[in-house]
């Protein structure tokens, strides 16, 4: 089975809807940690699981991932994989340290780890949901701190995602103050809900 | 510890399968919940290294890599390797990954896939009374798989930790 190719005007919508979730999340993060935070204009597309890899960095490279369930109409699978660097960034900026103070990852700080995740999640959610009208829930998020290769393949055969081609893409960027904090996010979606994200906004419809 | 420079090294993808003969060396990266099979038939010096994803291929409708399942890998790698000259009576296999990455309170996605990997993978070597010289599977962590087709010796590389050899 193949996700069959968005149009221009699809492809044009999804990076609108990105553009919108993300901007919410960034807003929620800005407000959690009561920070100015800023973010690059995402990118939606289409990749195969290669091209995956080679954006975040290399099959074994330590990355920091927070990955959500979405539930109802559009179901599907968030991710945030964050360099490890940035991880520890986010660490240092969410516990009001200096930049520069985390090394290493305790229980604490997963945790912090899991509720930016959380709230970057729940807050790009609910606006697709708000601009949809599409019932999407998430659920409580998972985290693994290891190599990328190892984390999105396990991530992906967990979601059901087993066709090696394509996931849906949506990279985002934050900076925060002198931290630079990079983040990839990800949307996996399940095989209809993209149509049905389309057919909700007017587009697409009757397509197979 | 470090494999010498000189050898050929081939990477082995994901939901894939390579077969090398000596002095080549089969890699593959960051396996998570992910099982990699090593076949060694030490008369020949004949290696091959499977990637598996899944468990079970029964539980698909369509099934476009075979290589992505225990079930139908290992079957697929056995075939391949008698082609180039290996005995079934003389392969030897290991282990490696089948981890649980993610740590949370999600049970639909903690569900132990890594560990139905790695039993479905014994379970198939032993239907072809192939022996498991040595296994490094289960944990939380990511691995990547080095296999020497000199001498069938394994290295398992993870983050933070040594080089290990099985």
């Known amino acids: 089975m193949n996700y069959r190719t968005l149009s221009p005007a699809e492809l044009d919508a999804l990076q609108e809807i990105s553009n919108i979730g993300v901007g919410n999340a960034v807003t929620s993060l800005a407000q959690l940690i009561n920070q100015r935070v800023e973010m690059s204009v995402p990118r939606a597309c289409f990749l195969p699981f290669e091209e995956v890899i080679a954006l975040v960095g290399g099959y074994e490279e330590l990355v920091g991932c927070v990955s959500l369930r979405v539930l109802g109409d559009a179901p599907g699978m968030v991710l945030f994989i964050f360099s490890e660097e940035s991880t520890y960034r986010l660490v240092d900026m969410l516990m009001g340290l200096p930049p520069g103070s985390t090394a290493a990852l305790d229980q604490m700080a997963e945790s912090a780890v899991k509720e930016v995740g959380n709230v970057l999640t729940g807050s790009f959610i609910s606006a697709i949901g708000m601009m949809t009208g599409l019932k999407m829930i998430t659920t409580v998020p998972l985290f693994a701190f290891d190599m990328l290769g190892a984390v999105l393949t396990s991530l992906m055969v967990a979601a059901g995602r087993v066709e090696d081609q394509v996931l849906v893409i949506e990279t985002g960027m934050f900076n925060h103050n002198d931290a630079q904090i990079k983040g990839h996010f990800f949307l996996l979606t399940e095989p209809g809900a993209i149509d049905r994200l389309m057919a909700a906004l007017g587009l697409g419809a009757g397509q197979a | ?166």
Not at chain 2, 21 to 29: N, S, W
Not at chain 2, 30 to 47: E, I, N, R
Not at chain 2, 122 to 137: K, T, W
Not at chain 2, 145 to 154: A, H, K, P
Request: net charge positive; with cysteine; charged share 20%.
């Open chain 2, 1 to 166: 510890m470090e494999p010498a420079r000189d050898r050929i090294e081939i990477q082995v993808g994901i939901a894939d399968y390579k077969i090398a003969r000596e002095p080549g060396q089969l890699i593959t990266l960051g396996l998570g919940s992910c099982v990699g099979v090593s076949l060694y038939d030490p008369a020949l010096k004949l290696g091959g290294l499977l990637h598996l994803m899944l468990p079970d291929s029964t539980q698909f409708s369509n099934v476009t890599r075979p290589a992505k399942f225990a079930d139908l890998g290992i079957p697929l790698i056995i075939g391949e390797m008698k082609k180039q000259g290996a005995r079934l009576s003389r392969l030897q296999s290991k282990l490696v990954g089948g981890a649980q990455m993610f740590s949370g309170l999600d049970s639909k996605m903690t569900l132990n896939i890594g560990r139905r990997n790695s039993e479905m993978a014994r379970q198939m070597l032993q239907q072809y009374g192939i022996p498991i010289l040595a296994e490094e599977v289960g944990g939380n962590r990511g691995r990547t798989m080095i296999f020497d087709t000199s001498d069938g010796r394994v290295l398992i590389r993870m983050l933070g930790s040594k080089l290990k050899v099985i």
